[in-house]
């Protein structure tokens, strides 16, 4: 009911009725009253009048799961949502959740990591109060083969959510993180549950550093936030939200042909690796050459000077030859 209030007295412009609310919910005003209390409490700014009634005058930065309800405006993503002050790892979380039965859709999302992950067993930096740590819970009736692409599909929604929510020139580079001017913003991390043919889940883990106004000194060189970026604060629900509606609407043209070949063109838009001199770090045999896209399976291809060769996602880094991109 909390979510639904909220949601009510955000679609109205004016005061929402105190009545209108107990008859809407079939609650006594006393029940009204006290969820305008824990909204306040919250942080939220919620004008009372008499004879009018309640109007919200403004949000704080919080994407707990009541906010989160009265803004969703998705089919499936998002369906369960768990909001954690602090967890261990929000992809950890998912699945646990995914093997206790929850739907495919099933949301975490956290303000803090304590072991928050990166590839290859690398950390992912997460502290509170600055980012959002969310996973997403899939479980699709696709080859396994074709499941690594889905890291590039949330790489494109998670780009063009944050270009829709804060206007910026948000790219990806092959094939898991979003940078803006260069520095990196955000990093995805894909896992996957599977038999040799069947999937029984995937969760896709997405950090973005919104709030962020300094790093570590290892990353200090590659990482950014929005704030340094934009130079101003982004409501982290809204990313969140906007992500969800742009993976439901990406995610359904991989669907159709379980591949990229519906969205290279798109997403080699937003390659900022495109034309670019790059170094492979693939631990096999490095080498360096000239990034021209994404194939429709999603690998990248990088003319060197001998051949073109095509790289799967994998293991793979890939950085520029003069710095990060
Ligand atoms: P890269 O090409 O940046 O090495 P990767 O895909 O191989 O990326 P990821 O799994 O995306 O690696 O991220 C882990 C790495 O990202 C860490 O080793 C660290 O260098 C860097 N990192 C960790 N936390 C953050 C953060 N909050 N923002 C930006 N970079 C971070």
């Given amino acids: 009911m909390k979510a639904e209030i909220l949601k009510m007295l955000r679609e109205t412009e004016g005061y929402v009725s105190g009545q209108e609310l107990c008859n809407k919910f079939g609650v006594s005003r006393t029940a009204v009253w006290k969820v305008i209390n824990q909204l306040k409490e919250t942080g939220y700014e919620i004008e009372a009048a008499q004879n009018k009634g309640y109007h919200l005058v403004s949000v704080p930065d919080v994407m707990d799961t009541v906010e989160l309800e009265s803004i969703r405006a998705t089919e499936w993503a998002g369906c369960e949502i768990y909001y954690y002050d602090s967890i261990d790892s929000t992809n950890t979380k998912a699945k646990e959740l ?35 740590f969310m996973t997403l819970l899939l479980k699709p009736d696709i080859n396994p083969n074709n499941a690594s692409m889905l890291t590039l599909v949330a790489a494109m929604a998670t780009a063009g959510a944050i270009r829709r929510v804060t206007g910026a020139d948000a790219q990806i580079k092959w094939p898991n993180d979003i940078v803006i001017d260069g520095k990196k913003i955000c990093g995805i991390l894909t896992e996957m549950s599977a038999q040799f043919d069947y999937i029984n889940h995937i969760v896709i883990g997405i950090g973005i ?102 790289v799967s996602s994998g293991e793979v880094s890939v950085r520029g030859i003069y710095g990060y991109v």
């Fill in 98 to 132: 995914a093997e206790e039965g929850h739907p495919a859709g099933t949301f975490v999302v956290a303000d803090r990591q304590i072991a928050g992950k990166g590839r290859r067993g690398r950390a992912w930096e997460s502290p509170h109060g600055t980012g959002i």
């Fill in 209 to 310: 550093n919104v709030h962020n106004e300094f790093f570590p000194e290892e990353i200090a060189e590659t990482a950014s936030s929005l704030l340094l970026t934009c130079g101003k604060r982004f409501h982290r629900a809204d990313l969140i939200e906007a992500f969800l509606e742009e993976f439901e609407k990406y995610y359904a043209v991989y669907l159709e042909t379980e591949d990229m070949e519906g969205l290279y063109k798109e997403y080699n838009q937003m390659l900022v690796n495109m034309g670019r001199q790059v170094k492979v770090l693939d631990p096999k045999e490095p080498f360096e050459g000239k990034a021209m896209g994404i194939t429709r399976k999603g690998e990248l291809i990088v003319d060197t000077w001998e051949s073109r060769k095509l």
